[in-house]
Nanobody, 129 residues
Framework: QVNLVESGGGSVQAGGSLRVSCVAS????????WGWFRQAPGKEREGVAG????????GYADSVKGRFTISYDKDKSTVYLQMDSLKPEDTAMYYC??????????????????????WGQGTQVTISS
């Protein structure tokens, strides 16, 4: 079992930056897939970014490439999502996810909810125009 707790959400003006964090506890040793998803009102859940901690390989949704960066701190068992050049369409509830699968073969695997086993409760990110 892995428990995930997100934090760092808030309200930011368009063009600004924000970093959300996800602290993991439990069986993190056998959990190497980490990701971020988001869901806006009236829209489907969208995979944003994912990382495999061995080697640090990553995958990103096209909508956030060049603007968002995912990273993982082993010592703190924390995954981060640095968000820059934020847009109003980035407004959503952001969820942290963790999985026990192997290194994804293609980047799209990072963005599939089926690739993860555990989920946090989410942190709200609101971007003002």
């Amino acid at each position: 079992q892995v428990n995930l707790v997100e934090s760092g959400g808030g309200s930011v003006q368009a063009g600004g930056s924000l970093r959300v964090s996800c602290v993991a506890s439990g069986d993190t040793i056998n959990t190497k897939r980490w990701g971020w998803f988001r869901q806006a009102p009236g829209k489907e859940r969208e995979g944003v970014a994912g990382i495999y901690t061995i080697g640090g390989t990553t995958g990103y949704a096209d909508s956030v490439k060049g603007r968002f960066t995912i990273s993982y701190d082993k010592d703190k068992s924390t995954v981060y999502l640095q968000m820059d050049s934020l847009k109003p369409e980035d407004t959503a509830m952001y969820y942290c996810a963790a999985g026990k699968g192997p290194r994804p073969y293609v980047y799209s695997e990072y963005l599939s909810s089926r690739a993860y086993d555990y989920w946090g409760q989410g942190t709200q990110v609101t971007i003002s125009s």
